[in-house]
């Protein structure tokens, strides 16, 4: 079973740089073909694809946020993070990391992921 759990700061101030931590259990980043992800969803709005970090390290990241976002992995502690800088009020949302099956898939626009953490939710606030 493919478990995936989000940790991180609950509040932010705006300016500031937003980390989170995506610990994955029951499948190790580094192998098969798997792309893994940070989606976000604002209050009231649909979900929002962020980023990915594929099996072999490849990151990728949303056009819009691409100049505020890195995606980094610790494959000792089989684990990926997301480091948003800058941010607004209007970055406030649940965060979540899921798994994808494929790069492509991840890339694909459809938010078609196969597992995902239950969220965390992050508030920027002074």
């Known amino acids: 079973q493919v478990q995936l759990r989000e940790s991180g700061p609950g509040l932010v101030k705006p300016s500031q740089t937003l980390s989170l931590t995506c610990s994955v259990s029951g499948n190790s980043i580094t192998t098969g073909y798997y792309a893994w992800s940070w989606i976000r969803q604002p209050p009231g709005k649909g979900l929002e694809w962020m980023g990915v970090i594929a099996y072999d390290g490849s990151t990728y990241y949303s056009p819009s946020l691409k100049s505020r976002t890195s995606i980094s992995r610790d494959t000792a502690k089989n684990q990926f993070s997301l480091q948003l800088s800058s941010v607004t009020p209007e970055d406030t949302a649940v965060y979540y990391c899921?798994?994808?099956?494929?790069?492509?898939?991840?890339?694909?626009?459809?938010?078609?992921?196969?597992?995902r953490g239950q969220g965390t939710q992050v508030t920027v606030s002074s």
């Open positions: 899921a798994r994808f099956l494929s790069l492509a898939q991840a890339l694909g626009g459809r938010n078609e992921y196969d597992y």
